[in-house]
Each structure stands twice: as C-alpha cells, then as structure tokens.
C-alpha cells in the first residue's frame, strides 16, 4: 500500500450531486464518481495522514509546519453546543467563497466536508475525517459543512497572524484568485477553464 493509500482512510473525496437536499449528507452522483487525492493534488489542495491522538508531540506534524512556516495554530470546534451563533456560523462556512491565504484544516476530532471547484467548476466533496489534514490554496473557490455526526474538532494554522477573511464568489478581480487560476487551472493538459464570472 503506497501512502495515499493510507491518506484515503482518513480523506476521501467526489463528485457532488446538483441535489438541494441536507447539506451535511453525502450528495454522491449516480453512479458514485470518486476522485484520488493526485486529482486534488492537481487543483492545489494537499493532504497528509497524521497521528491525531498525539498531535502534541507528533513530528511529523511538527516537520510540515516548520517545512511551510505555520507559525500561528488553534482549535475550532463545530457543534450546535460549542460554536456560537451557530446556525448562522454553519450557513456562512457553506456560502462559496475563497481566501487570499491558504486554509489549513487539521482534524483531530469527528468530520466534515471542504467543497471545493474543480477545473470545470464542478463541485467535489472532501471528506475530512480524523487524523486527516488538507491545505486549500488561496484563491481556490470553496465551502464547509458538517456531515450527519454534526462534529468536529479541526487545528487551524497559519503563516504568522491570521486572517479568516472570507470573499464570497465572485471575486475574481483579487490578486489571489488570478495567480490561482494561473497556477492550476490554466496548465497544459488540465482540461477547459470556465469563466469563473460568466
């Protein structure tokens, strides 16, 4: 078994259904599309597979943040009993929208979904699960929610203080979101691009 192998156990991701059913379920097509971590990898969103019950001492993860300068982390706690203004919080995290930093999500506790565009604009569904950690580069098109479990307890961090601030789509005017597109949406061989504004 190769390392992405044991990534898969933790991060799994797909193609999402045009359903407007309960965002924290599945949304799978039919047939069920799913999509390799290399596939993500393409449209810049990495993924490790860490040690979740010793993230304190774990060295692994002490090596990635130095190796990418995380200097800033914290917890973020999702549930109806920890988050304040909840319901409010959980409809902004689904509202698309992008940063003009990486979003580094590490869960060490429960799940959840990361939605992110594909090279064709269409919705791919991450599943984090614990001992999961992806990065979402800045200017990538996304959105978060809860899965049915209705939990989860991810690290956040960060290149020295950080900024949460979110853009809702579209704002592709922003420096952050152009270099993304130059960076992996408008390589050779990556398929058509759409415009993001039309």
């Not at 506790?109 to 991450?126: E, I, K, M, P, T």
Request: glycine share 6%; net charge negative; proline share 5%.
């Amino acid at each position: 078994m190769g390392a992405s192998d044991q990534r898969e156990e933790v991060i799994q991701a797909w193609y999402m259904d045009d359903s407007d059913e309960d965002q924290r379920l599945p949304h799978h097509r039919e047939p069920k599309e799913f999509v390799s971590l290399d596939k993500l990898a393409e449209l810049g969103v990495l993924s490790w597979r860490l040690d979740a019950d010793n993230y304190e001492t774990d060295e692994e993860l002490k090596k990635i943040r130095e190796e990418r300068g995380y200097s800033y982390m914290d917890f973020c706690e999702v549930c109806p009993e920890k988050l304040p203004n909840y319901e409010e919080k959980i409809k902004n995290f689904f509202e698309e929208h992008l940063h003009t930093d990486e979003e580094i999500r590490y869960c060490v506790a429960g799940s959840g979904y990361f939605d992110v565009r594909d090279h064709n604009d269409q919705w791919l569904r991450v599943w984090l699960k614990k001992g999961g950690m992806i990065v979402l580069p800045a200017g990538i098109y996304h959105r978060f929610t809860l899965d049915t479990n209705n939990y989860i307890k991810a690290m956040r961090l960060f290149v020295g203080d950080p900024i949460w601030t979110p853009y809702n789509r579209p704002h592709d005017h922003l420096p952050a979101r152009k270099e993304y597109l130059e960076n992996f949406l408008q390589k050779e061989g990556s398929g058509q691009v759409v415009d993001a504004a039309a």
